[in-house]
């Protein structure tokens, strides 16, 4: 390993930022926190975006590496042991600096610190726990903090590192047991999962208690008349948040709670498996996100897929949409895709192709249906439907009306009514002519995210193709779907 | 009819409405400066008074919630000519209804102070991440030029989280600046001479080249999309970045 110490601070940056970048979350969302009037920053809930890269990406958090080191040997990673590239490491207070300095001119929201593994999982999150324990303490560092929990690390640093950040994350790489095994040889699947559970039920507790303490503090009823004793308190505490908690009672634990990631055609699962994988972890670790990168082979490594003709962007955007759709719109990964049709449609987004493979629950009449069937409606999100549930109180709405409060009448069109009526004449409840329509429209989305072109789509799969679309449509268009690119 | 003219500041506004109020609602009108004149309108040249629209703020905040409040706000400091007429006819009716005005879009003032108040409130919330400080012998100083006049909320923003700090952000279009000095902050206006050499002036900062060489290296080269990072940072927010 080619270590360099004599680096100085503007060519360590470029190192390990350019390390940290394959990392997607950039998020500094989650925490609303005023000055403490001890030092600088504050956290808005909303996140802000700061700057945007050349590659199209926000730029919301100083997001660098402590160390490139690794004596991992993960295949698909460019810090990988067996690649030959300047190692360097970071000091706590070159972080520090960087982070106060950068954050004083407005460049940032706050910090993003993640490590290569230097000698052991536990060694490193020491590391790591350092720099946010002084950011926080010597500091006096208000702004956001995201660190990674490191698989495998000691639960008691840990749950540490958790009092002094505002999100952890740990990255489940790959969604299946399998892939793991094959690309990232020194990972598995239980070291990862265990951190993930341990800081859900450190967030869990800790709103648990805050809860408690303004019971007890509130109205001055003691724990013992809700039947707990000083000593069983005490006993939770031990077993769930370890060694170390900071002395204020109103402490806070991992308040814009844990997020992960998972590279997108590296492997070669489809789309159904990554969407039902991330449901589950919404619903049995309460992540509050879950990234999709689009892989790169950054080491040319022969085993794993070519990427020369650019990331699977499309596939990647796919997800992202989908995975708004189970976040907020109240659908299930298995209303979306299912074993026979797993992979999302190249030319209409998923919930336009949910749409069309259920017409028969629409029109949908704007100034009656519920907000959850409104959310169902291509081109109506939560802002929007909110609206005009709240707006329909007073008046009967028009077309007019719902496209200034933000409905995307170009997608919207076929699928509702205003007081009975559908907007043009000539729409037709028909598949092929919907699915035809949206389809012209959505080619603008494709320009937007990417230089894709169709020679990316690697795979013309007529068979696969047809059972998903209407007849007429499938003649028209001989394109495939876009698939696992494997 | 009446025609109330004012000087467009969000107190300006909001006095030209207690001045409306006094001379009979239903006949009088709020213009920004004199607007094109009409035969058989009298025309008043309404005074800014903060103790006016400062009871009129708090009349409102009081029966139509603070929401309503915000979008006048927003709307006020936007740049647009009937932003004074949409924000009486919204608080016209909104006293009448209370609370329930903000979602009344049907209307069509209401639907306007809410065009309004989404796009000063979205470029607001872009400037707040797109602001840059440069530091100047201790001194934070930015330079904006926003379409909307958002240097005042912007100061609210930064004044709590730069707490301990002394920082200016200067809004070189209408040459007003906020001033914070680590204890109070407040605005001031700035005469053209200065506000050219403010304009002009180069300021280097160490960190600058250190963040440069963070933002080049924080992108994934085989993603280069140059077109959607315009998109998402449009080149008129780049100027003193």
Known sequence: MNICDNLDIMDKLAILSDAAKYDVSCTSSGTERSNNGRGIGNAAACGICHSFASDGRCISLLKILMSNECIYDCRYCVNRASNDVVRTSFTPDEICT??????????????????????????????????????????NFGGYIHVKAIPGADRAVIEMTGWYADRMSVNLELPTTEGLKSLAPNKNRHNILTPMKQIQNGIKENVLRLNDNSTVYGTGIP???????????????????????????????????QSTQMIIGATPENDYQLVTVAEALYKNYGLKRVFYSAFVNVNNDSSLPSTE?????????????????????????????????PD??????????????????????????????????????????????????????????????GVVLKRAVYFITCSGRMMYRGIRMNEDFIVSNLADADMNIRRKIGNLTYKQISFFDDDTYADIM????????????????M | MVVCCCDGTVDGILTAVFDAWA?????????????????????????????????????????????????????????????????FGFIRKGLRIGRSIVSDLHDKYVMRVFELHRSSQREYQHVRGFLRFRDYKGYLIARIEPKNNICEILMQFFEDRLKQERFMIIDVIRGVAGVYDGNAGYMTGIDDDMLAGIRNMEITDEFGSLWNVFEDNIAIKPRYNPKLQQQNLPLRFRKYM
């Open chain 1, 470 to 485: 209407p007849e007429g449509f499938a003649q028209k268009n001989s394109y495939g779907v876009i698939s696992g690119q």
């Open chain 1, 98 to 139: 960087l982070t106060m300095e950068f954050y004083r001119r407005n460049y940032t929201e706050g910090l993003f610190l993640s490590s290569g593994i230097v000698k052991n999982p536990t060694y490193t999150m020491g590391l790591l726990y350092q720099v946010v324990y002084r950011l926080r303490t010597e500091y």
């Open chain 1, 223 to 257: 724990f013992k008349e809700h039947g707990y004793t000083e000593e069983s308190l005490a006993g939770r505490d031990a077993f769930s948040y370890g060694i170390t908690r900071p002395g204020q009672d109103n402490a806070r634990f991992v308040p814009a709670g």
């Open chain 1, 344 to 405: 999302f449609n190249v030319f209409i987004d998923p919930k336009c192709d949910w749409a069309v493979r259920h017409l028969e629950q629409f029109p949908v009449e704007i100034n009656k249906a519920g907000y959850y069937t409104l959310l169902k409606v291509p081109g109506i999100g939560t802002n929007s439907a909110r609206r005009i549930v709240n707006a329909r109180k007073s008046a009967r709405l028009d077309f007019e009306d719902i496209r200034k409060m």
């Open chain 2, 23 to 87: 001379a009979g609602v239903n006949d009088s009108r709020i213009s920004i400066g004199k607007g094109n004149i009409e035969w058989f309108a009298d025309y008043i040249d309404v005074v800014t008074d903060s103790s006016k629209a400062s009871r009129v703020a708090a009349k409102v905040i009081d029966v139509m919630g603070y929401d309503a409040y915000e979008m006048i706000y927003f709307a006020a400091v936007s740049g647009a000519d009937d932003r004074g007429e949409a924000i």
């Open chain 1, 309 to 341: 003709a650019g990331p699977p962007l499309l596939r990647e955007h796919r997800l992202y949409q989908a995975d708004w759709l189970l976040r907020f719109y109240g659908f299930k990964a298995s209303d979306l895709l299912s074993e026979d049709r």
